[in-house]
């Protein structure tokens, strides 16, 4: 039997040892090559992205400061101390419980004119409402005339996350303190009047709109909604004279929402991508909140937050940042060009995004913001047929009779009259008893024929109908 040889068992044991180190060197050499490679990916992405026109730090994203005597917002604020029992939650059982908001049911059913007749029983009541919040809406009337929106933002929240915002709500409150008002004042015959309070709630829109975050572009337009209803009712109630209408034409016009929608979901880049750059930061107070979203669990979160993890999280943040720039893109689009794009790309993100990126799949639908999209071009929809209503009661208020046709309002009185937004065309038109009925397609990308959107429905076929009796 031969004995081992010690000096070839040494060599083999070196030999190992060597390749085993070798081998470690080739992997780091090939991980920091890739790491390298993948940095100046990501920095291309980036750049790209912010061509797009996304700001790529919180406080671009933020925008200048505004000094405190142009800013409008602590003179809501002050505004918001004086309305009077709004919105209180009711507790039940020791939790939160359900919202109480009186008068805002009695404002929300006599602009609804809900039930149909109730207007009548209801004045009453709102008159009494509006004279309890008269200081209120005395001081919405002086932030609306400061030349500045801006919130403060919080130093310990990142972003335009961070804005102090939590009178959203009292926006739309006032919003229909106001319309009531302008309804109350033109059955009375102050047309004026009426009409001064419908602009200072429309003004209140144009500064939410203004600023850089989806909550408040949201509130904009519910509070445009509200203002434009109210208006509607003012038009049609009284004769406006045709110099007014072409004020209340600029007015209506304001703000682009397309355009404040744009802005909001490029500013919420810097947002999006603090996700990865907090994993950098944090990596332990991120594994947890990433493992609830995580196939795998704590094993996964714990293996994507560690160093080595690094080179599936630079690839994830490649392919982040192009769907970010797709979206800001996305979003200057009208819907009915990017609706089908909006599908293709949500589609895209469900379903090609592999499991291990976990950030892709806990945050991507926050930003995918095909919703407000079509909200913001619905909204514009009601901006612009208001605009062609009042050249129609221009038209009336010269010729005692509209047109057969928005083909006549091109020669008087001179307006660039606006497209339908959902169909890309002039607003559907016709005559009805001696009013008119004036229609958008709608979010179906339909002409349905004047059928307006059934409310309670979620599938939005119909159009948007206004529909003036005189």
């Known amino acids: ?36 490679d993948l940095e100046r990916t990501l920095k291309y992405s980036l750049d790209r992205l912010h061509a797009a026109g996304a700001p790529m730090t919180f406080a671009q994203a933020a925008g200048p400061a505004v000094a405190d005597e142009d800013n409008a917002v602590p003179v809501y604020q002050q505004a918001f101390e004086r309305l009077q029992s709004f919105g209180r939650f009711v507790s039940a059982g020791g939790t939160r419980g359900h919202l109480v908001d009186p008068d805002g049911d009695i404002l929300r059913s006599f602009l609804r004119d809900n039930p149909p007749g109730s207007q009548q029983k209801l004045r009453a009541r709102t008159s009494e409402i509006l004279a309890r919040n008269k200081a209120a809406l005395a001081l919405v009337g002086q932030a609306v005339a400061k030349p500045a929106f801006r919130y403060p933002l919080d130093a310990e929240v990142p972003g335009p996350a961070g804005a102090d915002v939590p009178h959203l709500d009292r926006f739309r409150a006032c919003a229909r303190l106001l319309a009531a008002q302008a309804i109350i004042l033109s059955e009375l015959g102050i047309t004026r009047e009426a009409i001064n309070s419908c602009r200072t709630g429309f003004r209140m829109g144009v500064q939410l709109a203004s600023q850089p975050d989806m909550m408040s572009i949201s509130a904009s337009i519910g509070v445009d909604s509200i203002m434009l209803d109210a208006l509607r009712q003012v038009v049609e109630k009284g004769d406006i004279e ?42 332990e107070g991120m594994q947890e909140s990433l493992a609830r979203n995580s196939p795998w669990s704590d094993l996964a979160a714990k293996a994507y937050v560690r160093q080595l993890g690094r080179i599936v999280r630079l690839s994830e943040e490649i392919r982040y940042a192009d769907f970010l720039r797709r979206s800001v893109t996305l979003a200057a689009m009208p819907y009915r060009e990017a609706k089908a794009a909006y599908r293709k790309l949500r589609e895209e993100m469900r379903r090609g995004t592999p499991s291990y990126h976990l950030i892709t799949r806990t945050v991507y639908e926050f930003y995918l913001e095909d919703n407000v999209s079509a909200s913001c071009d619905v ?47 002039p607003f559907a038109y016709r005559r009805k008893g001696a009013g008119f009925v004036l229609y958008s397609w709608g979010e179906d990308l339909d002409d349905d024929g004047g059928r307006p959107v059934n409310p309670l429905s979620s599938s939005r076929d119909g159009d948007i109908v206004w529909e003036f009796k005189r």
């Open 1 to 36: 039997m031969s004995r081992p040889d010690p000096t070839r068992r040494k060599s083999t044991t070196r030999f190992a040892v060597e390749l085993t180190l070798a081998l470690a060197v080739i992997c780091v050499a090939v991980y920091l090559v890739l790491i390298r």
């Open 242 to 283: 045709i110099e007014t209408c072409r004020a209340l034409y600029e007015e209506v016009g304001k703000p682009d929402l397309r355009v404040s929608f744009r802005r909001a979901q490029a500013a919420e880049v810097p947002q999006a991508l603090w996700w990865f750059a907090e994993v950098e930061r944090d990596p």
């Open 379 to 425: 909204a514009a929809a009601r901006q612009r047929a208001m605009q062609v209503a009042l050249a129609l009661k221009a038209y009336h208020a010269r010729y005692h009779a509209y047109p057969d046709s928005l083909a006549a309002l091109r020669g008087y009185p001179g307006w660039k009259l606006p497209q339908d937004p959902f169909s890309g065309k």
